[in-house]
Each structure stands twice: as C-alpha cells, then as structure tokens.
C-alpha cells in the first residue's frame, strides 16, 4: 500500500492529524503501550506472594487443628501468624524491588515529535498547510495511528510506521532480528512482492527499532497491542512452566508431606492403643503433624532471599522476584544474546590491509581523510574510522604521529574540495582533496567491495602500482570471502590524482570523476566484545557453567565473535559447535533436536521462538537454564528460562518479563549473581536440614514414648513451642558464611538432599 492510499485508509494527510483528532482516536483505540507492560498493583503483588507451597502446608495443618471436636485455637493463631510474617517479608522485598524497576523504566524519555494541524484546518488546503517544520512534541504512549511522525538520529520508532520520507535513513533492527547491522529504510516500496519476512521491507519501521542515521517523516500504522512486536509478545502472556526454585519447593513440600502421612497413622496407632483414647490420640497425632513442619520456614526462607537480594542491589543488580535468587545458584547453563549483551552493539574498525593482506597505515590514513570530509551527521562507518586508536598510540588517530613515520602527507595541508556522499544506491563516498603545498588534487573513495572495484583500473601491491587484472581480482574477491565468512563486514580503499582542470565539475557531474581508481586496501570493522566479557565467561566456565550463545545474527558474524570470547577453538565444518536457526528448524520434534542443542554452543539466524525451544529442551534434559538477553526478541526465553536476566538499557518488553534487572552492561555481575544465589542457597539449606532432622528426632523420640507411656509424652502446644524455640535461634543463618567449595558447583533444591540418613539419626539422637 502506498502513501496515498494509507493516508486515505487512515483518514489523515502529509500535515498530520488535529489535536481533537488524536484526542478522539485516542480514546477508541487506547494508549500506545503494550499490555505486558501494565505493572501490578500492590494488592495484585500480595496475592501472588501468598500461594507458597510452604504456606499451603502450614495452612492446611492450621486448619485440621481446629476443625477438630476440640480446636487447638493457638496453635491456628501461632501458624498464621508464622504465615503472615513469611508473606510480609517477601512482599516487601518484592514490591520495592519492582517499584525500582518501575521506575528505572519510567526514567526513559518516551517523548517523540508529530506533525499536527491547529483545529481551523480540519481539511487542509493548499492555502492552510502551514505546518511547523519542527512539529509538535508529544508523550509516545498518546500516538495513533495517522500521526504524521518526525524520526530523528538517534529516536526510537515508537509505533508501526510506514515511511513517506526518507533521507538516507538507517534503522538498527538488532532488538527484533538480533541482526547488528543497520537497515536501510526508504519511501520507495521496492522488492516486498512475495516477501516473507515482514522485517525485510524497506518502507517500514518497527515499533522496538531505533535510527541510526538519517531521518524522514512516517505514518503511524499501528500502535500498542496491534503492533508487530505485540505478535511476538503473545506467548508471555501463557503461564510459564515452573522454574528450578519452584519444583524444588515443591519436592520439599513433598518430603515433608510425606513425613506426615508416615507418622502421623503410626502415633495414632500407638497412642490410641496405649492410652485407650482413641481421640485424644487423634488430637495427639495432629500435634505430631505441627511437630514435624518447621513452622518458621517459610519466614527463613524468605528472609534469607530478601538478605540475597539486599546483596545483589549492592552489586548493581535487581531483584523482580525473588525465587530467581536461588535459581542463580542453581543455573548450570547460561544463554545468552550476542548483540549487546556480549558485544558493544556498536561497529569498530578492526583493521586496516593493503591488497596483499597487510596492515599499512596509509591505507587507513586514506580512510581517515574521506572520513573526516564527510560533512553532517557520521555514520556508523565513518565514527568508527575516526574513533579508531592504533595499536601503537593510546589515543586516537592522530595522522602527525604517524606521518613522521611515512611519507604521506599530513590531514593539515589538504584543502577539502568537493564531497560525493554516500547512497544506498552508489554504497560509496569519496571526497576531493587538494594539497595546499603541491597543489594536487586526489579523490578518495571507500565504499562495499563490488561497487568501489568496479571502478578500479589498477592496484597497489608490493609496493607498485599495477593493472589490475583477472588474478589480482580473484584474489581480492578470496580474501573478502574469507573476512565475511568470519563475520567481518568490510569496505575498499581507492583513489586517483586528479588535475585542476578535472575539479572544475558542479557538484552535479562530479560522479563521472570516480573511475580509473586504483585500489590501494581493505577495512575490516566488527562489533567487539564487551571488555569484560572473556573474563567473566571463563570464571562462568570455573563455576561450572555453560554458555551458549542465542543470536538472530549471522553464522560468521557469530562464530567470530565466539572465537574471541573464547567460547569455542575450532569449529567442525559439518556443524558440530555450531548451528542455525533453518537447520535446527528441520529437528523440531525428533530426538535429533534435543542432541543438537546439548551438543552445539552457537544458535544463529535464531527466530524468537526458537529460542524459547532451546530453553525448553535444555530444561527437559535435566539443566537449569539461564537467559541473559535485552531485545525484544529475547523475550520468549526470557519468560521460560529458570531466570531471566535484562539490562536497565534493554527493550522495555525485555525489562518487563526478566526476573532481575542489571543495572549496569557488566558481564561481571553475573558471576557476582551467581556466587550470591549459591550463599543463599547454601544457608537455606542448613536450616532445612538442620531443622527437619531436630524434628524428626523431635517426633521419633515422643512416638517411642508414647508406645510406653500410658499418657501424651508432651501436648501439641508444647511441641510448638519447642519448635518455635529452636527455629528463633536459626534467625541469624541469613548471615552465615559459606564454604568456598560449595560456591563452585551449581546447586539446586533436591528433597533427597534435604534429609539423608546421617542427618536423621543425628536428630534423633
């Protein structure tokens, strides 16, 4: 569909809509935010603390003591009140926690500027479409569609727009595809007949996207829920399976359930026979059951998670939920994103060759002087050209320094001439330059490989200028495929001496002097790693952690970077560390699927559903999976993984579904996390054993009793309090210290762990 079209879909024009107009749409069609990202209320948050499975236990056995012929009423008082405490201390935590993150998200700028018409010119005129150039500045959640959008360098699309300007704009799509590169947007719909991946289409920006560079105007299509990213969000909205912390829980639950359906007949027996009253022993045996529940458990528990998560607020990390504390402790495979959260998501020059393969810094003096001559806003290319340190100087390039190693002229005595700015159509920029002490004049030209060799006649290799013939082609077009096939994009040097009569062209003709170049190298740019990547994933591995690497980005692009964080050596040709996303497509359902996420640590080309099936399967085969990622097509495993992990500068839909927020992009924290939810783990798991052990041995000990004694050993209140005794003097385990070698293995909630044989007998005895 076209612009004229669209505008009379819409029922709105190139001026924009008025401001009763948009007031109206407003409130048919609603705010543009998506439903994921409504936080709960306080009393929503409440309700969903209070569903404990140890809460249920103490619940359940507070009910049966009063539903008895004769109600034990302080019993019920002491279990609910033991039950209110657990669910104020995790509400608390967790509702400051999510009040931070609500207002890490609120402290974003969310304004974006709209053309609209004053009222008087309802219809527009050609006499009456006197517009603002700078238009109107509005909140983006008040969008709808048929505003006329101003996009900026540097704005976020806010909604689904199709474009009815452009002016060489590029759109970073990363937070969608996982793609780092930029794509170009135009108002021409070219080359979408048959298209079937919607984010292909050159006249349309996606709500979730940001701008690179350029600008234009665009028509809001689609907001809030009716946005593409809202399809792509659908499935949080269904419950997600039960995470590592919760099926632990549950195993627990079960254990001590378990207990009690053992004993409890077992006392009712015994003391109905001994004593002949068989419902006093029921009363009795209901006692038994209180004995045996650790009644402050879920108060230590929560307790000793809000402790975790008070740590982690002071390692720049929070805590949404705090069960994903201990699954931090327990996670034995991390996934994780690749743009911008293992790399910079910002491109980089990484070197510059001469045609033999060679680093030579004329080759990059050339590069730095078209780049400086580009006038307006750089580009990605260009900043990192200009932004690039030699490995040899602690600054930036500093062309002085490095002339008086060479023979090249410094930046100094040229005199900017004319410039050919760079299209998507041309994919080249060259500048004309004179030497202000010579008087000759240059053009240099860097641009893609194909269309800036096309204009080459000759080479400089070896030292010399040469023709540039057949071999010399091929074997620039073998050494470009090898840099591509390794993620690199790259881009040609050229140039040619021009004489004065030459640089008399206007600005019109000055195209038709970019011919007879002679290419003198090559530029290899890449996304880096982020500074402390390597580190962190090696003290990951220490800790015995896995990382895979989740990217909507390309094969090479993915494995280059994983080669440098050391992720994988050597990859096998047929696959073996590595897969994409089509491949792993054609798995789905078999058993070679499964195998092929166990054995393969690089995911590339991964859609975002994909990457929940990841999750999912890893989970399947026993693993505790983490998902660290900041995109919106994170957001599906970020939902079904163990926890979720985003950055305070990730998508907001990102932010919303993940169960801690990083303030800050250091890959360091994790590790911090890690060792956190592990000391937490570990102290928790002392009182549990060391409190189901004193209980059982509690409880062993009446039941003998009780089989010789023609009376109840001790009555239920009395039990309770011994409990409740013994349970205060375990407050302080929060704060316990725990062993180093206990923080080097993954640990995860295992009922069988909680009560082995040794720790029962030490309670009995």
């Given amino acids: 569909m076209g612009a004229?079209?669209?505008?009379?879909?819409?029922?709105?024009?190139?001026?924009?809509?008025?401001?009763?107009?948009?007031?109206?749409?407003?409130?048919?069609?609603?705010?543009?935010?998506?439903?994921?990202?409504?936080?709960?209320?306080?009393?929503?948050?409440?309700?969903?603390?209070?569903?404990?499975?140890?809460?249920?236990?103490?619940?359940?056995?507070?009910?049966?003591?009063?539903?008895?012929?004769?109600?034990?009423?302080?019993?019920?008082?002491?279990?609910?009140?033991?039950?209110?405490?657990?669910?104020?201390?995790?509400?608390?935590?967790?509702?400051?926690?999510?009040?931070?993150?609500?207002?890490?998200?609120?402290?974003?700028?969310?304004?974006?500027?709209?053309?609209?018409?004053?009222?008087?010119?309802?219809?527009?005129?050609?006499?009456?479409?006197?517009?603002p150039p700078e238009g109107t500045t509005v909140k983006a959640?008040?969008?709808?569609?048929?505003?006329?959008?101003?996009?900026?360098?540097?704005?976020?699309?806010?909604?689904?727009?199709?474009?009815?300007?452009?002016?060489?704009?590029?759109?970073?799509?990363?937070?969608?595809?996982?793609?780092?590169?930029?794509?170009?947007?135009?108002?021409?719909?070219?080359?979408?007949?048959?298209?079937?991946?919607?984010?292909?289409?050159?006249?349309?920006a996606f709500m979730g996207t940001s701008v690179i560079s350029g600008g234009g105007l665009a028509v809001v299509l689609r907001t809030g829920d009716d946005a593409i990213i809202a399809s792509i969000t659908k499935a949080l909205n269904e419950k997600p399976p039960l995470n590592a912390f919760q099926r632990g829980i549950r195993n627990v639950s079960y254990m001590l359930l378990g207990f009690m359906l053992v004993m409890v007949p077992i006392v009712?027996?015994?003391?109905?026979?001994?004593?002949?009253?068989?419902?006093?022993?029921?009363?009795?045996?209901?006692?038994?059951?209180?004995?045996?529940?650790?009644?402050?458990?879920?108060?230590?528990?929560?307790?000793?998670?809000?402790?975790?998560?008070?740590?982690?607020?002071?390692?720049?990390?929070?805590?949404?939920?705090?069960?994903?504390?201990?699954?931090?402790?327990?996670?034995?495979v991390l996934c994780s994103?690749?743009?911008?959260?293992?790399?910079?998501?910002?491109?980089?020059?990484?070197?510059y060759l001469n045609c033999d393969g060679h680093p030579e810094h004329h080759v990059f003096h050339l590069a730095y002087v078209n780049a400086t001559c580009q006038s307006g806003a750089k580009n990605a290319i260009d900043s990192?050209?200009?932004?690039?340190?030699l490995p040899d100087h602690g600054d930036a390039y500093n062309i002085d320094a490095v002339n008086e190693k060479g023979p090249y002229p410094t930046l100094t005595s040229y005199e900017k001439i004319a410039e050919i700015p760079f299209t998507f159509e041309t994919r080249r920029s060259s500048c004309i330059v004179r030497d202000t002490t010579t008087g000759e004049c240059v053009l240099i030209c860097k641009g893609a490989f194909e269309e800036t060799l096309s204009l080459c006649t000759h080479i400089q290799t070896s030292g010399r200028i040469a023709p540039l013939d057949a071999p010399h082609r091929l074997s620039l077009s073998r050494r470009i495929a090898a840099l591509n096939s390794d993620g690199y994009r790259t881009i040609l040097i050229a140039s040619r001496q021009l004489a004065p009569h030459q640089v008399a062209f206007n600005s019109d003709e000055l195209h038709t002097l970019e011919t007879s170049l002679t290419a003198h190298g090559l530029l290899t740019f890449l996304d880096p790693p982020k500074p402390d990547a390597v580190p962190s994933i090696a003290q990951l591995r220490t800790l015995g952690i896995q990382v895979k690497v989740l990217t909507g980005d390309t094969l090479g692009v993915a494995l280059s970077v994983c080669r440098s964080l050391n992720l994988i050596s050597e990859v096998d040709e047929e696959g073996g560390q590595a897969i994409t996303g089509p491949e792993l497509a054609m798995l789905e359902g078999t058993a070679e699927f499964d195998e092929a996420v166990r054995r393969c640590a690089v995911f590339a080309k991964m859609t975002p559903v994909l990457?929940?099936?990841?999750?999912?399967?890893?989970?399947?085969?026993?693993?505790?999976?983490?998902?660290?990622?900041?995109?919106?097509?994170?957001?599906?495993?970020?939902?079904?993984?163990?926890?979720?992990?985003?950055?305070?500068?990730?998508?907001?839909?990102?932010?919303?579904?993940?169960?801690?927020?990083?303030?800050?992009?250091?890959?360091?924290?994790?590790?911090?996390?890690?060792?956190?939810?592990?000391?937490?783990?570990?102290?928790?798991?002392?009182?549990?054993?060391?409190?189901?052990?004193?209980?059982?041995?509690?409880v062993f000990s009446i039941l003998v009793a009780s089989a010789w004694l023609p009376f109840q050993p001790m009555t239920g209140i009395q039990i309770l309090i011994q409990n409740l005794l013994y349970d205060i003097s375990q407050i302080a385990i929060p704060w316990d210290s725990v062993d180093e070698e206990y923080l080097a293995v993954p640990r995860r909630w295992d009922a069988k762990g909680t009560s082995s044989r040794r720790e029962l007998e030490i309670g009995w005895r």
């Fill in 337 to 351: 994103d690749k743009t911008g959260t293992l790399t910079n998501d910002e491109i980089s020059l990484n070197d």
């Fill in 4 to 131: 004229t079209d669209t505008f009379s879909h819409l029922h709105t024009s190139i001026h924009g809509l008025t401001s009763s107009q948009a007031d109206h749409r407003l409130k048919l069609g609603g705010r543009n935010v998506l439903s994921c990202k409504r936080p709960l209320v306080w009393w929503q948050l409440l309700l969903q603390v209070i569903p404990n499975p140890f809460n249920i236990l103490l619940a359940l056995i507070a009910v049966i003591s009063v539903v008895n012929p004769v109600p034990n009423w302080s019993t019920f008082v002491i279990l609910v009140f033991m039950i209110a405490i657990s669910c104020a201390v995790r509400f608390w935590q967790e509702y400051q926690s999510n009040a931070a993150a609500t207002k890490l998200q609120s402290s974003i700028a969310n304004d974006v500027r709209v053309q609209r018409r004053p009222a008087e010119y309802l219809y527009p005129t050609k006499e009456t479409t006197n517009v």
């Fill in 611 to 698: 990457k929940g099936q990841v999750v999912g399967s890893l989970q399947r085969s026993g693993e505790c999976v983490g998902m660290l990622g900041d995109g919106i097509n994170d957001c599906v495993a970020l939902r079904y993984a163990d926890v979720g992990i985003s950055v305070d500068s990730g998508a907001g839909v990102a932010k919303d579904v993940a169960e801690i927020i990083l303030t800050e992009k250091e890959l360091g924290i994790i590790v911090d996390c890690v060792t956190t939810g592990r000391f937490t783990h570990g102290n928790t798991i002392k009182y549990i054993k060391m409190v189901a052990s004193s209980n059982f041995g509690n």
């Fill in 384 to 389: 990192a050209i200009i932004n690039f340190k």
């Fill in 268 to 332: 009712l027996v015994v003391s109905g026979r001994t004593t002949h009253d068989w419902r006093g022993a029921a009363l009795f045996s209901v006692s038994v059951a209180v004995g045996l529940v650790p009644e402050m458990l879920p108060a230590i528990v929560n307790a000793n998670l809000a402790r975790g998560a008070f740590r982690l607020s002071k390692k720049k990390a929070i805590v949404k939920r705090l069960d994903s504390i201990q699954n931090l402790g327990a996670m034995s």
């Fill in 141 to 204: 959640e008040s969008l709808v569609p048929g505003d006329i959008l101003l996009i900026n360098p540097g704005d976020s699309i806010p909604a689904d727009c199709l474009l009815i300007q452009g002016n060489h704009l590029v759109i970073s799509q990363s937070g969608l595809t996982g793609e780092s590169a930029g794509v170009r947007k135009t108002a021409n719909p070219r080359g979408e007949e048959g298209a079937l991946d919607a984010f292909a289409l050159e006249n349309v």
